[in-house]
């Protein structure tokens, strides 16, 4: 057998004869291991996508462009919906430990937009969305009103529910009744008995000065700033009142220029429901309460449920604003899209606390599931709105650079201080709890929770979700800056003034990519260092 081995194997060598100096070329030279053809760095999107795996964020770079301006140029309005633009593409996620009014306001105020969470009754929800509405306007159309035979206690708790304690007071305790005088915080602040009658501490009709109903809102501005008064009643010919300005709202219009609103001068605010039939009075509950935007809140969003909902919705509010999801795919995009939405929320099982995709074996990579969304719904000018796997600013900008509109985060946001829950330290460390919707507790809370991830219904609930801590981040107000800043420089080395020109750059193959291995990601973080201090902002 040995003696027959080797006589096959000079038959198999013995084309080799023919070259006797030929020597195997092993390995490639350094210009096939890095050139590309026509020299040209980096792939068009269209290209980096277009193999058969799944990306995430971490693995991909965008090349830099030319810088020709300043970082502080960069405008970052974009759209959420149809028809609605924030000046600033964050979004808070309708999480029970993230967004509920004081979220929402601040989200609001720093240009982005809040949903609050529907993991609670629909009465609790729709007076978090009133809260956002009341917070902030020019002229305060339906203000807070309580009569002389209230108590100093219930202005208090005026205060403790809303934030503020300016009150005007009527003879009927409701808006149009007859102007009695206004409490303010000046009236009350130093007060031991809060048992006391309101009529004892306001201040009296004759010492207001007040607008005429008709007053343009910049005649009531002067009025108000002239007076040096805190709140400017509106009244009727009768005198009754039919509205307030607020000196905070002025200030505030001031300190946050870039503020979403709507076309009142309200904040803008949104809010998730489910798709069952139960939540068709939760949703009549939160327009009543003046929700500019629903989301439908599901972890699989092409359903029949859902689909179903979208039609209901679009007969009984044509003008209210729906966003769908949540989907990764094309064809779940088209669902939603051919039944009316007016965006869409990209993502499953790609946020820090969720375990969709280890659970179910369904999902996609975050990054790939956006552009291909994207790529499908900007052809229908729907827009939208990456939803989970955000870790820092970095992957903001790249999720826009992909076709994303908005970006909605929520460990980013759920320990600051505007977000649910108290403080706690633990090891020396301040901390917040944040959960996903889909673990136990959450289900075990709330409905709305076991009826995003369809789980009802289920004698035994597998959890997707997980709960845990992240570390304190302090404000919003500060915070918020830090991420548009970041979003702004990282726009500026791709070399793109706006939001637009970015995804335009991309869908024109003007923005690159290039892949990361193992090594690059090492190499792009912190690294050969002993120690180090990461402060951020």
């Not at 057998?1 to 030929?22: A, L, V």
């Not at 007060?191 to 007040?210: A, H, N, Y």
């Not at 007053?215 to 509106?234: D, F, M, R, V």
Request: charged letters at 25%.
């Amino acid at each position: 057998k040995s003696i027959t081995f080797i006589e096959e194997f000079k038959e198999m060598t013995s084309e080799f004869k023919e070259f006797p100096d030929y020597v195997p070329d092993d390995g490639i030279t350094a210009a096939e291991l890095v050139s590309e053809p026509d020299w040209e760095d980096g792939s068009t999107a269209a290209s980096f996508f277009s193999g058969k795996e799944g990306l995430t964020y971490n693995d991909f770079l965008i090349l830099p462009g030319y810088i020709d301006f300043a970082s502080k140029e960069v405008t970052l309005n974009s759209p959420i919906t149809k028809k609605i633009t924030l000046n600033t593409p964050l979004v808070s996620s309708p999480m029970d430990t993230v967004t509920e009014s004081r979220m929402a306001i601040a989200m609001a105020l720093m240009g982005g937009i809040g949903f609050v969470h529907h993991n609670c009754s629909a009465e609790f929800q729709a007076e978090e969305v009133r809260k956002v509405k009341k917070f902030e306007q020019g002229f305060i159309l339906d203000p807070i009103v309580l009569s002389c035979s209230h108590t100093v206690n219930d202005v208090k708790k005026v205060k403790e529910s809303y934030g503020f304690s300016g009150v005007a007071i009527t003879d009927t305790g409701k808006l149009g009744g007859r102007l009695l005088g206004i409490v303010t915080s000046r009236d009350i602040d130093f007060l031991d008995d809060f048992d006391q009658k309101i009529s004892e501490v306001m201040t009296p009709r004759e010492k207001l000065v007040t607008a005429k109903a008709g007053t343009s809102l910049s005649e009531a501005n002067q009025l108000l700033q002239a007076s040096k008064k805190g709140k400017l009643p509106i009244v009727n010919e009768d005198d009754q009142l039919v509205g307030l300005i607020s000196r905070t709202d002025l200030k505030k219009n001031r300190e946050f220029p870039q503020a979403s609103k709507d076309k009142n001068k309200q904040l803008l605010v949104g809010a998730a429901m489910s798709t069952h039939e139960k939540d068709k009075t939760r949703l009549d509950m939160l327009v009543n309460a003046g929700v500019d935007v629903i989301i439908l809140d599901s972890s699989q969003g092409n359903s029949i449920y859902q689909i179903d909902m979208i039609k209901y919705i679009k007969n009984r509010y044509p003008d209210l604003q729906i966003i769908g999801g949540n989907v990764v795919t094309a064809a779940q995009a088209k669902s939603l899209i051919d039944a009316g939405v007016d965006g869409l929320r990209v993502g499953m099982g790609s946020g820090s606390i969720c375990i969709t995709q280890e659970v179910m074996a369904v999902g996609r990579p975050q990054g790939t599931a956006v552009y291909r969304v994207a790529e499908y719904a900007r052809r229908f000018r729907v827009p939208v709105i990456a939803d989970g796997g955000i870790t820092c600013v970095g992957h903001i900008t790249k999720a826009l650079a992909l076709g994303a509109s908005t970006v909605m985060m929520g460990s980013l946001l759920a320990a600051t201080s505007e977000s649910p829950g108290e403080y706690f330290y633990q090891d020396g460390v301040r901390l917040k709890k944040y959960r996903g919707m889909g673990c136990l507790a959450a289900m075990k809370d709330g409905d709305g929770a076991k009826e995003r991830y369809f789980s009802d219904q289920d004698a035994i609930r597998v959890a997707q979700g997980v709960a845990g801590s992240v570390v304190d981040r302090g404000s919003i107000y500060t915070y918020i800056p830090y991420l548009v800043a970041g979003i702004q420089h990282g726009c500026q080395d791709i070399g793109s003034r706006s939001l637009f020109t970015l995804r335009s750059m991309m869908y024109d193959g003007k923005l690159k990519f290039e892949k990361r291995t193992l090594a690059a990601m090492k190499e792009g973080g912190v690294h050969s260092l002993h120690s180090y201090e990461m402060k951020l902002y």
